[in-house]
């Protein structure tokens, strides 16, 4: 059963560390929360370790800087680790060749600049779509139009048997009060229409083995058991936390704020109906990080 809590400082002190969402939890696509920012910073002077682990198609730096813009400070989290940096690292193994189409935004050509991680990288070429080998998605072209629009290069793709790089498995955010889709929901209807989609962020393995390194670099020790994983994607962070067997928080006042009535807190009622349907299980839930 969820427990409905209403600060983090309540349970925080059973755990090491936490593995803490960005957008809807820390900031709003804006500006930052302030009572998140508040509640980290306070976490990390009892000697807790943050992980800020986002599903952002971009490297730690990049984050780190737009993280600077929205006034998060640099006392509020120890590292970053984004699916922007565990799909790079794919791309340049070659899981999706070596001529790819980029789709996405001019704010997400950062995502082939070079990374150290990995040995040997592949040679990328960035290459008109008729001649691609496969296709890098940072997200939509325009973030408000349906990804119905993308049908017919994603159908020409799949006859070609070409691979979708998912830099983003988010499928839809909210700047503010805008929701605007992401990548995950191009790569979804990929799937959809019998095309195949890889993924390397949240809820998928690759970015929590990332995430453990970068908290090895600051606390070494730590087990699944001592990390609480806080998000407010059901799909993403909470279905994440419960195939990594984290303990979760779940935060209702993002992405399902009307499902579960939230307004300081979640109707306890509507929480636990919209968790039958999603069928997810939070150890807890709260409705704006605090």
Known sequence: MTEIITALSQVSDRYDALFVDLWGCVHNGKKAIPSAVEALVAYRQRGGAVILV???????????????????????????????????????????????????????????????????????TRVPFEEAEGIVCCGPEDPHAQPDVYRPQLLYAKQKGMKLLCANPDVVVDRGETREFCAGAVAQLYTEMGGESL????????????????????????????????????????????????????????LAREETKTSQAPDK??????????????????????
Do not use: C
């Open 199 to 254: 993924y390397f962020g949240k809820p998928h393995p690759p970015i929590y083995d990332l995430a453990r390194r970068r908290l090895a670099e600051h606390r070494q020790g730590v087990t699944d058991a001592g990390i609480l994983a806080i998000g407010d994607g059901p799909a993403t962070d909470i279905r994440g936390a419960m195939g990594e067997d984290i303990d979760s928080l779940f935060i209702t006042g993002g």
């Open 54 to 124: 986002t599903n952002a198609p971009r490297s730690r730096h990049e984050v780190a800087k737009q993280l600077d813009h929205f006034e998060v400070p640099t006392e509020a989290y120890d590292d970053i680790a984004t699916s922007g940096d565990s799909a790079r690292a794919a791309m340049f193994r070659g899981v999706v060749g070596q001529k790819v189409w980029f789709m996405g935004q001019p704010h997400d050509h950062s995502f082939f600049e070079p990374l150290n991680m990995i040995d040997d990288p592949v040679d990328i």
């Open 269 to 290: 009622n509507a929480l636990n109906d919209y968790i039958s349907k999603e069928m997810i299980n939070p150890t807890f839930a709260m409705g704006t990080l605090a």
